[in-house]
Structure formats: structure tokens, C-alpha cells
């Protein structure tokens, strides 16, 4: 069976020539819910976007591959690509605001997109809307389809887009620090919810955040993130059970343990930095060798 | 969700006394020949410099008094106003739909499209507005519809400006870029996700046109570079009125009046009619 994504050595730069991703490998298994983590900056968005084929104009990708169950993405013209992406996969964005258009009613926009993906008709764009709207457990959905986004709660619109991105049954999900916009007590609300959608529809989730608690939560497996580069990937439960990378073993003494909060937290150790600039030069020198 | 309902609190009379202007105007000068009380046209040496209905020397009829040819004001008013709303409704509209879709282009699409289009904008812009279009009636010869082209080649640029703008910060929303995602293609996009929400800003932009087309058209008028010197236009009056300011006040100070309150009240219905569109404002 065919893996769900599959990522091999994924390498991105900017116009200046700075690598934001450095050979990055990654694979999930269908209905896999991996944890990306990483530090802000890290690169956690841009492999998202690399994937729903949405990266900046000024972000390049330089080498590597990515399939989408099987289909080599590089393969496919760029309308097939865009055609595959929008059947295949979805996203839960950070800022449930700004990802739904103000302008126009929840509706038609989370009908439209059926429409448009499945080739359904409206009445069972509609349909499928509402019963999504109860996954999610919003009770009045005729107020809601009939609301503009800011007349929403955040909460509520987190939830209207997770609805939306499950609505057409997409086999790979980025949700993209979905609850870092939200309130502490809605944060938990939605991460369940999430779970709980992603273990009835058995989609697989690129989880990304910066928060190991979420991780410990929700995933099966964790990638973890530094400049760039995937510096260590195991099984959630081993990884906090025995760390093998300082960088993560130095993630993981920053946070905060719900035993002891107001425990400071410790920075991540200047001698762990050092390490991990060696290893990213390193990586770079290998690069620049076999890239000329 | 108060903020927004002392907005609109605050915006009702304004709608409502900009658009009751605009509307008195405009039937009054698509009903022209029904509502003038005299022929805009018709001399009568006998009747010249009246008065307006409440000095003395005021004959009936003559409402607003005559100018120095005994030309009723009152009715030149009225069929000046079909040439100002005729002007501003054809200008304003061909402006807009040039400017707006360049502008919606350049900002949507960025990368070289914008950078021709900027670069065009630029360099129209760098001609000062009102000789632009004295030099453009020159070239194009007088008439109603040099005068309208004028105004549409001068003032498209206003547009492209601003929705250029309004596009480009809408493009970077993550709306658009989940519309991406979804397998949307760009000018759907551009169409379907982008333009309603610059929508209320091209609403407002066209209302102020139109205001600003009167002005130009009456500009043009008062320098005799509009239409036939017959036909009684705003700016024309002005500058009869000019001329016989120390024998007939009224000729120069009710067009002047008629014009500022039309001009203001385009660009106050604009802003009220963008509140009452934009779903956030409302
Ligand atoms: N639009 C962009 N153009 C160029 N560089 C960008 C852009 N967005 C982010 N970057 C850079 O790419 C790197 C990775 O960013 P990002 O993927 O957003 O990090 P994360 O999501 O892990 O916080 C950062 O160094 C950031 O400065
Ligand atoms: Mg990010």
C-alpha cells in the first residue's frame, strides 16, 4: 500500500539563495496523524504549503519529491496537480479569520467547494454541510451557514473550517497550528474535536505546532523541526519516553509541565545551539558539493 | 457590534440627504421638458436680469429669475443637469470598468502584470488632470462625447490605484490561498473571491467619479471646450454669470450652488452606499 504523502529529500531557498528547507524527508501512512514541531520559523508552514502546492512566489523548491498517494506531484501538469490537491487534501488553517472569505456568507462557501470538488449538486452539498456542522457540533446551523465569518466567534469559525476541510473527505489534512489563534479554553475543545473527526473519517493529518502537549495528544509520530531540517522522527510515545536529539531533548525541557507551571523555563542550551549549527552546516557543505 | 450600529446611526441621514439631492436632480433633468417652467433656449430682452421669486421686480414663472438675455435659470438649470448626469454617469462607469479591472489585475496577479500596470498608472498620472483633459478636448474636438472619453482616459487611473491596492492586501489573505487549495483557478478566484470584497470601494470610488465628472465636465464648460455653446450646461452658466456678477448675483451663485451640492452629494452617497455594502462595516 502506498504511502498517503511521501516526501523525499525536499530542499527549498529563497530568492536570496538561503535554504529554508534542507533535504527534508517525511512519510505518513494513510489515516497517520504526524506531529510537525519545531520552534517558530522553522519551516513547519512552508512544508505544508509545499505540499497543498501553495508556496510563496519567492520560495523555490530545489530538489527532492513529493507523491500524493502514489502520484508523483512533479509528474503532473499543473492543472492535474491543482485538480489532485484539491480532491486529495485539505487544510485547517492557524487563523480561522482570515481563511474564510469576509465578504460572503459560510453557506455558500463551504457549499461551493463541494460542489466544485465532488461535482455534487447543492442539495447535497448542503446536506453534507449539516451533518459536518453537527460533527462539529455546532446545533444551530441554520444560523451559521446564514452568518458572514465576523459575525462568528473564533471558536466557531475553527470549527466551521475543520467541517469544511473534512466536508469532502480529503486522505491528508494539514492543520497548521490550528488552535495557536484561539482561546486556552477553546484550544482544547477544538484539538478533541479534530481528533475525534480525524479518528471517524480515518484521515491522515500533518500536524504541525510548537507545542509539545498538542503532540503527546494527537499524534502518532513526530518530526521534529530545526531550520529546516528534520532532526530527529520517531514514535510519539518513544520520543518522550527516551529523546535521542538534544535539540529535542532541549524542546522538551522548555515546556511547561501542567505539574509544576511556574517552574522557569529553560532555554535551549548554548552548547545544543552550537551542535546544531555544526550539523546544519554540515548539511549545507554536503549540498552546496553536490549542487555546485 | 454597537460600533457598528452607532455607524449606521450616524450614516442614515447622510444616505438619505445625499441620495434625495441626487434623485431630485436626476428626474428633474431626465423630465426636462415636462418640469422646466420655460424654454431653456428662449431669449426675451424684455424679461432680462429678473430677480429670484422673493426680491422685488420677480415675474412668475421665472423662479430663479433670467440672466442677460432673459433666459429663464431655473429651466437652464434643469436641462444643464441632463448634460452633467450624462456626463458622469458614461465617464464615471467607462473610468471605473477600465481602472477596476486593471487594478483588480495588477493586485491579484502582482509579478510583471503589476509592474505594467504600475508603470502605466505612473506616467498617466504624472500629467496634471486639468490641462490632461483641456489637451485631450482639443485633440478629440468638442462635444458630449470627447468630453465623456476625456474623463474616462484621465480618471481611470484613481481607480486602478486604490482597488490595485485592496486587491494586492486580499490576495495575501488565507481565504484565497484555501480557494488554491481547493483547486480553484486564478481568475475564478480573482472573480469570485477577490472582487466582493473590493466591491464597496469601487462603489464608493463610482460615486465620487461621477461628482468629480460634473466638476471636469463643468471646468470644461466654463473654459467653452465642452459641448455646443447652446445647450445649457453648468459650467457654461457659471461663466455667463461670471460675467454679469455686479447686475445679476443669482446667474453665478445658484449653478455654483446647484454644482457644489451634487459634487458633495455623490461623494457622501459613495461612502454611506460602501458602509451599507461591506458586510464587516454594516
Ligand atoms: N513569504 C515568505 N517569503 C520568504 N520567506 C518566508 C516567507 N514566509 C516565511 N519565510 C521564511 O521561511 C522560514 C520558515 O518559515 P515558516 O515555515 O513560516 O516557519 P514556521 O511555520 O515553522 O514558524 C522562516 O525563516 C521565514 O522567515
Ligand atoms: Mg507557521
Redesign the interface.
Known sequence: MSACLDITNLSAVLANGQRVLRSVSLSLQPGEVRALVGESGAGKTMIGKAV???LP?SVRIVEGNMSLEGEDLGRLQPRAR??L???R???I?Q?PL???????RIGPQMTD?LV??LGWNGDKADKRVRQLLDEVQIRDPDRVLKS?P?ELSGGMRQRVLIAAAFAAEPRLIVADEPTTALDVTVQKQILRLIADLQREHGTAILFVTHDLGVVAKISQKVSVLYAGKVVEEADTARLFEAPLHPYTRALMAATPRYTDPFASLKPVDETVLAGLAAEIAAADQTWRHLHG | MDEARIVRRGLGPRLWLAGGWLLLVLLAAIFAPLVAPQDPLAQDLMLERLPPFWLDGAEPGYWLGTDSLGRDLLSRLIFGGRIAFIVAFAAAIAACLVGSTLGLIAGYF??WADRIISRIVDIWMAFPPVLFAILLVAVLGTGLSSVILAIAIIDWTRFCRVIRAEAMGQAR???V??A??????RIGIMLR?VL??V?PSIVALLSLEMGIAVIVEAILSFVNLSISTDDPTWGGIIAEGRLSIHQAWWVLVFPLVTLILTVLSFSQFGEALKTRF???LR
Do not use: K
Open positions: 497543498l502546492g501553495v512566489s491543482r485538480t490537491i484539491g480532491a487534501t485539505a487544510l488553517p487563523d482570515t481563511a474564510l472569505n469576509p465578504s460572503r467547494r466544485r470538488i458572514y465576523h | 502582482g509579478g489573505m488565507d481565504y490561498e484555501n488554491r487549495i481547493a483547486g480553484y483557478g473571491e466582493p470584497n466591491l461591506d458586510p464587516v
